[in-house]
């Protein structure tokens, strides 16, 4: 068993040395078809307000962030984000999955390898009291036992870290290394995704795709693993 806990070792070093090959070498990575796409994708829609992709570098380890839009108030993670330009150029709103999202989600995170993860609270006093409050459920939900199993999150990745479950090595589940490529999926995937994954894995009902308590989770998640570096997108078993 590998140590503890918040361990800041990310997804990446779980990988099987035949996946972290695939993953160094970009001829064979799938992802780099993702990221060609997200770039052409980029040029289309993005470019003419955004300029360049690296001008949005810091974007991916500052979400989730709280908004504050048509007098409510929520979270919203990086995919989100993509959607809401999406939208603002005309474009029909698309799922978090959607492989134009995917695409574009792995672009801004390639662009953000190696920046350090730190989500922020706004600045005013009653967006940083929110945010705080949305970060104290999220890591309620990450400690609530849940699902047929009746285990939380933490059991698994705080408590069972380098463990062998069903033909995976438990990580301490930290967010640096999305989107991923999942070989199961044959897919690329969001963190939104991977969460219900393991909602699914104890036999838990799913939260729907983009609901809040996703959101609160993914916080925490990020505030756990504070200053380290991202290093998505990545390939999964
Ligand atoms: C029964 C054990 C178990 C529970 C409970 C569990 N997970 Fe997981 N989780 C896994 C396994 C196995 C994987 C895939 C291997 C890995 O990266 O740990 C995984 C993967 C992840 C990953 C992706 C890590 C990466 O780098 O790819 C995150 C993030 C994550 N889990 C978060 C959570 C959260 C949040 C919860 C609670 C809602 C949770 N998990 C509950 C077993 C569990
Ligand atoms: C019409 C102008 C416009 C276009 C086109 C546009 N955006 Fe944006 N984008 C904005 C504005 C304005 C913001 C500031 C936040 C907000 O109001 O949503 C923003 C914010 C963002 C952010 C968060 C930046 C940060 O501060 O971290 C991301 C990521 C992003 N956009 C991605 C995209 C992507 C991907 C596309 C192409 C699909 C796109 N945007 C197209 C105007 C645009």
Redesign the pocket.
């Known amino acids: 068993m590998l140590s503890n806990a918040q361990t800041p070792i990310?997804?990446?070093q779980?990988l099987s040395s035949q996946l972290q090959a695939m993953q160094q070498d970009a001829d064979v990575n799938p992802i780099t078809l993702w990221v060609e796409k997200g770039q052409a994708l980029w040029r289309d829609t993005c470019q003419s307000c955004h300029q360049s992709p690296e001008t949005l570098r810091t974007s991916a380890a500052e979400h989730p962030r709280l908004i504050t839009r048509n007098n409510s108030t929520r979270l919203i993670n990086l995919e989100d984000q993509i959607n809401v330009c999406r939208e603002r150029v005309g474009q029909q709103p698309k799922g978090l999955e959607d492989n134009d999202t995917l695409s574009l989600s792995a672009l801004l995170h390639s662009v953000a390898k190696g920046q350090s993860i730190h989500p922020q609270p706004p600045t005013d006093a009653l967006g940083k009291q929110r945010w705080q409050a949305e970060l104290a459920q999220g890591a309620q939900?990450?400690a609530t036992r849940?699902g047929r199993?009746n285990?939380?999150?933490v059991?698994?990745?705080d408590g069972?870290v380098g463990a062998n479950?069903?033909a995976?090595?438990?990580?301490p589940?930290?967010?640096?290394?999305f989107p991923?490529y999942r070989l199961n999926w044959q897919n690329m995937g969001s963190?939104d995704r991977?969460?219900r994954a393991?909602?699914s894995?104890?036999q838990a009902t799913l939260p729907s795709a983009g609901s809040q308590p996703l959101r609160q989770?993914e916080l925490y998640?990020k505030v756990r693993a504070n200053g380290m570096p991202i290093d998505g997108p990545s390939i999964?078993r």
């Not at 995976?168 to 990580?171: F, H, I, P, Q, T």
């Not at 589940?173 to 290394?177: R, Y």
């Open positions: 990310s997804g990446n779980f939900l990450y849940i199993l285990l939380a999150c059991h698994c990745h069972k479950l069903r995976e090595v438990v990580s589940g930290h967010p640096s290394g991923i963190i991977r969460l393991c909602y894995g104890v989770l998640l999964r």
